[in-house]
């Protein structure tokens, strides 16, 4: 039982697993974070602009959190690749590609968050992940908003809608029966 402790009394250390993939989701928000501050410098659109730094901060939330769990289990952190950014203003990449890159790193970022939670018996961890998720889906729809209204976004394509093919079905059968 004190193996799934983690939201009060004593928590237990964690298991390699779990440091792994705290130390590896810290470093991909490490990584994240430095992409999202070189692409706010040189996108010119304000809303696309607004939509890195609020990636960039939401990634330098999650690498605290993560890096302040870490720290307290004397384990070490993930570097930070802050430094690796230039203050240049001009854009070598098309807000479209940037835009583009940003939500398939987000994609990738909510399918390592998911693997951490379901490795995770802390609840803690768990309840922090969940939390993530959540918010992360949050950036992950207002991105894809901005690639729709840009028109950079086409709907892919549905399975078939087999209720309303059903309906269709039945219409039609109806039309045959009277002529």
């Given at each position: 039982q004190n193996y799934l402790a983690g939201f009060f009394g004593d928590i237990r250390p964690l298991s390699v697993i779990e440091a792994y993939q705290l130390f590896f989701n810290a470093k991909q928000n490490a990584i994240g974070k430095a992409l999202l501050m070189g692409f706010s410098q040189t996108a010119r659109t304000k809303e696309i602009k607004q939509y890195f730094i609020q990636g960039r901060d939401l990634s330098n939330k999650y690498l605290g959190d993560i890096n302040r769990i870490l720290l307290n289990e004397n384990i070490d952190i993930a570097p930070s690749y802050d430094g690796e950014v230039t203050a240049s203003t001009e854009g070598p990449f098309s807000e479209r590609l940037m835009l583009l890159?940003?939500?398939?790193?987000?994609?990738?970022?909510?399918?390592?968050?998911?693997?951490?939670?379901?490795?995770?018996?802390?609840?803690?961890?768990?309840?922090?992940?969940?939390?993530?998720?959540?918010?992360?889906?949050?950036?992950?729809?207002?991105?894809?908003?901005?690639?729709?209204?840009?028109?950079?976004?086409?709907?892919?394509?549905?399975?078939?809608?087999?209720?309303?093919l059903g309906k269709t079905n039945q219409n039609n059968l109806a039309k045959d029966k009277l002529h």
């Open positions: 890159h940003t939500s398939v790193l987000i994609s990738a970022g909510l399918q390592n968050i998911g693997m951490a939670l379901s490795l995770s018996p802390r609840h803690d961890l768990a309840a922090m992940y969940t939390k993530m998720i959540t918010e992360i889906e949050s950036l992950a729809n207002a991105g894809a908003k901005l690639l729709i209204e840009n028109g950079w976004m086409e709907e892919p394509p549905l399975a078939p809608d087999r209720d309303a």
